[in-house]
């Protein structure tokens, strides 16, 4: 079979990335201009910059992309791009850009779900097996799914109020910390001990994950210490949230473990770059025998190059995208 180059595009937040992946494994470049410096500056993405920010550098990105690659417009052989979920401002310009680009070189277009991209960037590491549990861990989603093959979810389970990601941030907020609060507050934990007792998520009967009363403890335990003149231990509380929020998934996946017998585990999604969530994935994949895949720093967060490889099961059974596709915030698997 003829080689298979997508040239994709991803600009759902604030990173304007495109990407040239051969085969839906082999990533020939990448470029990925992030905004992250500018909406530090507002202590969050703030949504009219982001989509003004994209259509600045856009072209640049994309004629940087090609140049990388050395490779033309005529050797793509479809464009993939992300519509949703993410901000609309911000997806739309994106899926003009491919549009343009596949009415202009009569390529086909591609449509990418977002999460499914973050899933997909594991086929960037190693080939993904089927069947698989997949862990996605976003700002926006908390969800552990069955995955029989290329395309087929199964939700186990889902939070039921807010993503883990969302629950870094917030927490990450109120200790004072930087935007993008993950990060920062993984960097606080690691000289901090779990010394503060917090709330865990009771939902021991259902794959189901709840972090609004995690995050509102710690939001309330710094209000009051802060009404009482009392001092926090950033590192402890930063440390003890992080050990009841990761631990929570360990908890659901090894149910998923013991009751699907499944002995493959995806992690996905911009919380998979946190190193106490690989450690413990990893120990319990060890203890249950079963193989693990987390994608490298680079590609657990946002990329154009996981969107080239979602797009290319889609590219070999011909879903190709019609000019009607539109962007949504609405963040279902499928
Ligand atoms: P995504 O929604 O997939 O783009 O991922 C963004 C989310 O991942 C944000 O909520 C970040 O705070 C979070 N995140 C990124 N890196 C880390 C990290 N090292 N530890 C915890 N959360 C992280
Ligand atoms: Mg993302």
Do not use: W
């Amino acid at each position: 079979m003829k080689d298979v180059y997508i040239l994709a595009v991803e600009s759902s937040c604030d990173e304007t990335s495109m990407a040239i992946v051969k085969n839906g494994r082999e990533v020939i470049s990448l470029v990925i201009n992030t905004q992250m410096d500018t909406h530090a500056l507002y202590g969050g993405v703030v949504p009219e910059i982001a989509s003004r920010m994209h259509t600045e550098v856009i072209t640049l990105v994309l004629d940087e992309t090609l140049k990388k690659a050395n490779m033309k417009m005529e050797d793509i052989s479809a464009i993939a791009v992300t519509y949703k979920p993410g901000l609309t401002g911000s997806l739309i310009v994106g899926i003009e850009c491919a549009k343009t680009l596949a009415l202009i070189y009569n390529k086909p277009l591609i449509g990418v779900n977002h999460l499914i991209g973050h899933i997909y960037a594991n086929n960037l590491e190693d080939k993904m097996e089927f069947p698989l549990l997949a862990l996605i861990v976003s700002g926006g989603h908390t969800e552990l799914v069955i995955m029989n093959n290329d395309y087929e979810f199964k939700k186990l389970g889902e939070t039921l109020d807010d993503a883990i990601g969302e629950a870094y941030d917030k927490v990450a907020r109120v200790l004072g910390l930087k935007y993008p609060g993950g990060p920062n507050v993984e960097k606080l934990a690691l000289n901090g001990n779990y010394s503060y007792n917090l709330p865990k998520p009771v939902m021991d009967n259902t794959y189901n994950f709840s972090y609004s009363g995690l995050k509102s403890a710690i939001i309330n335990l710094v209000h009051n210490a802060k009404q009482r003149n009392e001092e926090i231990r950033k590192e402890d509380l930063a440390k003890s949230f992080q050990i009841v929020a990761i631990d929570e998934l360990v908890r659901k996946v090894e149910k998923a473990f013991k009751e699907t017998n499944i002995k493959r585990l995806v992690v996905a999604g911009g919380v998979s770059a946190n190193k106490y969530l690989k450690e413990e994935m990893q120990k319990l994949c060890h203890k249950y025998q079963a193989k693990l895949l987390i994608p490298r720093l680079l590609y657990c967060t946002d990329n154009a190059a996981m969107i080239g490889a979602a797009a290319y099961p889609l590219y070999l059974k011909k879903e190709f995208s019609d000019f009607k596709l539109n962007a949504s915030s609405e963040g279902s698997l499928l």
